[in-house]
């Protein structure tokens, strides 16, 4: 059994590796891969998404997934601050590294891979709250950070609409419940675009993993905190799935294995690849510093996801 989890997951090491590859020798070119992300994060994974959507049958219990992660996100946040003050640790975006999680450019690979497109939705579902939560609170703290680039929470309810992970699932859900995908599965014309959809959703996981390989690095100074943070990020968030898992998976809505998965997935993925993004230029040092907690959290988060599933299935 462990050697069949291995075996699905190894596609994805195998890419992380060749995208190592084609940092090193230059290959591709660090602006190839913002145009290559910029696909994944507008086309590839929004198609992949609608597709599980428009299949889905989305019930309102499944909203109570959503806000409890919400939740769970506000808490983590807390414990951050909490173990900043207690460690003395002198930067200011280290609570971020202990909420949210990296689903975007990570979770729906590994997990796509291992559970197939069918059951995205069960991943999506637990998305749903913790990417509201990126962008209303995470977003928001990281541009305080920023004097001149504050946010207001009309402009953060706009970006956050105008997501098009969020149009995919709305999208989907929309398609499902009035009954259009059957039109569009039905019609030669219009079942056309469902395969031009399914085409673009079949690339994603090895684009995905492409990049992430590539722009997976390290950097000695200050590893032994980023390796400490790794792994109290683990510790906690585990802690958290457990509870979660017991209570509202299997208790509350009595859901399945896969779901049970899509929750610990997520609970040991990275904090969001966005926090470098709204970091100020001459925040140099914390910068390398997350840079390399996440590429640490990366390959960590391969291995427990070969380990979960082990005991999960």
Avoid: W
């Avoid at 219990?61 to 003050?85: R, S």
């Avoid at 939560?133 to 920023?146: A, P």
């Avoid at 953060?156 to 105008?162: G, P």
């Avoid at 960590?300 to 979960?308: A, G």
């Amino acid at each position: 059994m462990l050697l069949s989890i291995i075996s699905k997951i190894s596609p994805v090491i195998i890419l992380f590796i060749i995208g190592q590859y084609f940092k090193i020798s230059g290959y591709l070119s660090p602006d190839t891969l913002r145009e290559i992300k910029k696909l994944v994060v507008n086309l590839f994974l929004p198609s992949l998404i609608f597709l599980s959507f428009s299949q889905t049958n989305v019930e309102y219990k499944h909203l109570l997934i959503a806000l409890t992660i919400f939740v769970t996100c506000g808490v983590l946040l807390f414990i951050g601050y909490g173990l900043k003050k207690v460690l003395k640790v002198n930067s200011k975006y280290y609570p971020l590294l202990f909420t949210g999680f990296e689903a975007g450019m990570l979770g729906y690979s590994i997990f796509t891979l291992f559970y197939g497109t069918e059951n995205v939705f069960k991943f999506a579902l637990i998305d749903l709250g913790q990417v509201t939560f990126v962008f209303f609170v995470m977003v928001g703290i990281l541009t305080s950070f920023k004097d001149t680039q504050k946010q207001s929470f009309k402009n953060m309810s706009s970006s956050f609409i105008k997501t098009p992970v969020i149009i995919a699932i709305i999208l989907g859900i929309i398609f499902q419940k009035t009954g259009l995908i059957n039109l569009f599965q039905k019609n030669i014309l219009l079942s056309s675009f469902l395969e031009t959809l399914r085409l673009l959703a079949n690339i994603t996981v090895p684009m995905i993993a492409l990049v992430i390989g590539y722009e997976l690095g390290f950097k000695k100074k200050n590893l032994p905190l980023a390796i400490s943070t790794v792994i109290l990020r683990h510790i906690i968030l585990l802690i958290l799935a457990f509870i979660l898992n017991e209570t509202l998976i299997i208790r509350i809505l009595h859901l399945d294995k896969v779901f049970q998965s899509a929750l610990f997935t997520m609970f040991i993925l990275p904090a969001p690849f966005i926090i470098p993004l709204y970091m100020r230029d001459e925040d140099k040092e914390d910068a390398e510093f997350i840079a390399s907690v996440l590429a640490l959290n990366t390959i960590s988060t391969l291995i427990l996801f070969i380990f979960v599933n082990y005991f999960l299935t």
